[in-house]
């Protein structure tokens, strides 16, 4: 990101097959900041991105439908920032490497999935509803979290 008021770094961390990094959960802060209707608006605005990207294929092919997905997104981001644990209750545990099995991931879905939050980012970043550090922290959960869920090589299809 080239933005010079702001410290953030929205790189994408290269694909390394075979490398699961170590994964640190976003600052609670975030959370406490944005409060659960702004995760909701942030994966809402996510999602919405994926319905309209080169990876929508994987996604639910309706609106409603891929903003259901959504909700369900932003109950799991809300639980590891240490909100309510909606996701749990709502769908037991995570195990969030076995529950995306089903979908095919590849490293440059997985860039594309990066890119989408990049741009949902934007109005946090712009309105400055929280710290430059909050969000880092929690690009830099989403960018090595999405490494742990790519489970095919490329495929010139999807490409």
């Given at each position: 990101?080239?933005?010079?008021?702001?410290?953030?770094?929205?790189?994408?961390?290269?694909?390394?097959?075979?490398?699961?990094?170590?994964?640190?959960?976003?600052?609670?802060?975030?959370?406490?900041?944005?409060?659960?209707?702004?995760?909701r608006e942030l994966f809402k605005r996510a999602y919405l991105g994926l319905f309209n990207s080169p990876?929508?294929?994987?996604?639910?092919?309706?609106?409603?439908?891929?903003?259901?997905?959504?909700?369900?997104?932003?109950?799991?981001?809300?639980?590891?920032?240490?909100?309510?644990?909606?996701?749990?209750?709502?769908?037991?545990?995570?195990?969030?490497?076995?529950?995306?099995?089903?979908?095919?991931?590849?490293?440059?879905?997985?860039?594309?999935?990066?890119?989408?939050?990049q741009e949902a980012l934007q109005p946090l970043i712009e309105s400055k509803a929280t710290s430059d550090?909050?969000?880092?922290?929690?690009?830099?959960?989403?960018?090595?979290?999405?490494?742990?869920?790519?489970?095919?090589?490329?495929?010139?299809?999807?490409?």
């Amino acid at each position: 990101m080239n933005n010079n008021t702001s410290s953030l770094d929205l790189s994408i961390t290269p694909y390394q097959e075979g490398v699961n990094p170590p994964v640190t959960k976003p600052n609670p802060a975030l959370l406490e900041d944005i409060g659960e209707e702004g995760m909701r608006e942030l994966f809402k605005r996510a999602y919405l991105g994926l319905f309209n990207s080169p990876i929508k294929h994987i996604f639910p092919k309706t609106q409603e439908k891929i903003l259901e997905a959504g909700d369900i997104s932003a109950d799991f981001f809300i639980q590891i920032c240490g909100g309510e644990s909606y996701f749990n209750q709502k769908r037991g545990a995570p195990r969030m490497v076995g529950r995306h099995a089903f979908f095919t991931i590849t490293p440059s879905g997985r860039v594309h999935w990066l890119e989408v939050f990049q741009e949902a980012l934007q109005p946090l970043i712009e309105s400055k509803a929280t710290s430059d550090e909050n969000i880092q922290s929690f690009w830099n959960y989403i960018d090595i979290f999405s490494m742990w869920m790519i489970n095919t090589k490329e495929d010139d299809k999807y490409q």
